[in-house]
Each structure stands twice: as C-alpha cells, then as structure tokens.
Nanobody
Framework: QVQLVESGGGLVQPGGSLRLSCAAS????????MAWYRQAPGKQRELVAS???????NYADSVKGRFTISRDNAKGTVSLQMNSLKPEDTAVYSC????????????WGQGTQVTVSS
C-alpha cells in the first residue's frame, strides 16, 4: 500500500521560511507527477507547485519567486522550500503524487499545517 507522509509544517513569522518534505513509501513502480496543494479555512484547495519526473516545475502565481519545489527520484521524496512567507500562505499543505502501483492513481498525504503569524 502506498503512503505519502509529510513533515516540516509549523508556525513562522511573516518573512520567515519553512521547508516541507513528503516521502512516498510502499509498492511503487514509478512516481510520475508530484505536487503540493494547500487549503486555507473557507477556501478551495489550490495547486501551489508541481514537478514532473524530469524536474520541470510549475508554480501558482501567488508563490512564484518565493517557493521552490524539488524532488529526489531515488528516494521518492518531494520538498517545498518556502521563503518570504506571508500570512496569506497560512493553510494545510498536502502532498500529491501520481504513482504507478496497484492501483495506479493519484495519492495524497495527510496534510501539514503551516501558520504564518506574528
């Protein structure tokens, strides 16, 4: 059974930095697309950043220049480096990956809380 486990959330002051990590485990043949989503209270879940298995990355306009997504294919991990954090970045951040397994489908982590507040 495939699992995605996130770590690295917490409370940070505006302008600070956090690094989120997500590790995939289980019977995995290949990990294709990996991404980070976030959902703030009362808002819809939004895509923050995604990265293909070749390393090509895309970002939401709201985080461009501040967040960096990266992955380690050998370890099955994806990370999100978040700099210059703003209060509006406060949300539950969830890892998502499209994984070749049984079954082959998108998988989700449990989510980790990021709170940006003074």
């Amino acid at each position: 059974q495939v699992q995605l486990v996130e770590s690295g959330g917490g409370l940070v002051q505006p302008g600070g930095s956090l690094r989120l990590s997500c590790a995939a485990s289980g019977s995995i043949f290949e990990i294709y697309y990996m991404a980070w989503y976030r959902q703030a209270p009362g808002k819809q879940r939004e895509l923050v950043a995604s990265i293909g298995n070749s390393g090509s990355a895309n970002y939401a306009d709201s985080v461009k220049g501040r967040f960096t997504i990266s992955r380690d294919n050998a370890k099955g991990t994806v990370s999100l480096q978040m700099n210059s954090l703003k209060p509006e970045d406060t949300a539950v951040y969830s890892c998502n990956a499209f994984i070749s397994s049984v079954p082959t489908r998108p998988y989700w982590g449990q989510g980790t809380q990021v709170t940006v507040s003074s």
